[in-house]
């Protein structure tokens, strides 16, 4: 069964950083490309971060361009997403997804793009 599993997420100050890990079983993702994205309360599934198949390119949202970072350790199987300054509209349930579906290396920036979900994570940034 395949499983993406995030961690990392808490209560932070404004300003403050937290790294996610979204760490996956079941088969190999090293060959596919993965994306974080993230849902606040009322509002639609957004866009994050997303790599290539093999972390050599990203892609961000304007909104934690230069703040945020993601990376991937394949021979882990894990993907990370180090969020720096954070501000409190970064406060959201925070989900990895991963794409298996042909073309499968190059990152995509829509939640349908992709084909598996974690459960997601809850970060809070308090003022």
């Known amino acids: 069964q395949v499983q993406l599993v995030e961690s990392g997420g808490g209560l932070v100050q404004t300003g403050g950083s937290l790294r996610l890990s979204c760490e996956a079983s079941?088969?190999?993702?090293?060959?596919?490309?993965m994306g974080w994205f993230r849902q606040a309360p009322g509002k639609e599934r957004a866009f994050v971060a997303a790599?290539?198949?093999?972390?050599?390119?990203?892609y961000y949202a304007d909104s934690v361009k230069g703040r945020f970072t993601i990376s991937r350790d394949n021979a882990k199987n894990t993907v990370y997403l180090q969020m720096n300054s954070l501000k409190p509209e970064d406060t959201a349930v925070y989900y990895c997804a991963a794409r298996v579906r042909y073309p499968a290396t190059n990152y995509r920036t829509a939640p349908n793009e992709y084909d598996y979900w974690g459960q997601g994570t809850q970060v809070t940034v308090s003022s």
């Open positions: 790599t290539n198949w093999s972390g050599g390119s990203a």
């Open positions: 079941g088969r190999t993702f090293s060959n596919n490309a």
